[in-house]
């Protein structure tokens, strides 16, 4: 598929047409500070389905949320542990996905039936507009069929999953540092879910003794 070819590409001086088609439950590949994510409104039913069917992902995988404050994270978790006030404090905004004890609010469209639930802070200008515009945490997931590499860019997204989105929003990742590393706070002690970006010593440094 030639660039653009789809129709279905936006420039970043869109956002708001972008955030208003967002709200109506449309569902959109966007850049982060890692790879490329699907969006969409995380208490929109059908929009979090269709990113299920677009990614082809099992149903008993969750997505993740993207905040645009910390203090957004109490309106949908059962609590704050201390590790994960000092793990947000820290890195966030950054490439650190924390999982919490989910929140009875959620859907389980988001959480795929479990008790916890991802969030993140992106270090991402773009992204933080849209959550400022859109004024909701987004559901989002890589954009990737589940199972194939991450992608990075606007023409792979297209390539890959054109015909499937909403939108895609130009903004390619030049230098993607991978994806961001998973720490799990639910338990008595922070555990490694998934190293990334951030590594284990780093995570030392706020959370002495941190186990993988």
Known sequence: MEYG?????LKVDQLDFLAAE??????AAIPTDTVYGIAAMMKIPSAIEKIYSIKKRPKNKPLIIFVKDPHDVEDFVEELPPFGIDLMEKFWPGALTIIFSAGENLS???????????????????VMEILKKVKEPLAVTSANISGKKDLTNAADVERELGSELDYILEGDIKKS???STIVDVTGDHPSIFRQGVIKKKQ??????????
């Not at 995570?203 to 993988?212: D, K, N, Q, Y």
Request: with cysteine; proline share 7%.
């Open 22 to 27: 967002l709200k109506a439950g449309k569902v």
């Open 177 to 179: 540092p991978g994806v």
């Open 108 to 126: 389980q469209g988001v959480t795929a039936g479990l008790d916890t639930i991802g969030v993140r802070m992106p270090d991402n200008k773009i």
């Open 5 to 9: 070819a789809s129709g279905k590409i």
């Open 203 to 212: 995570l030392e440094e706020i959370v002495p003794g941190i186990c993988e």
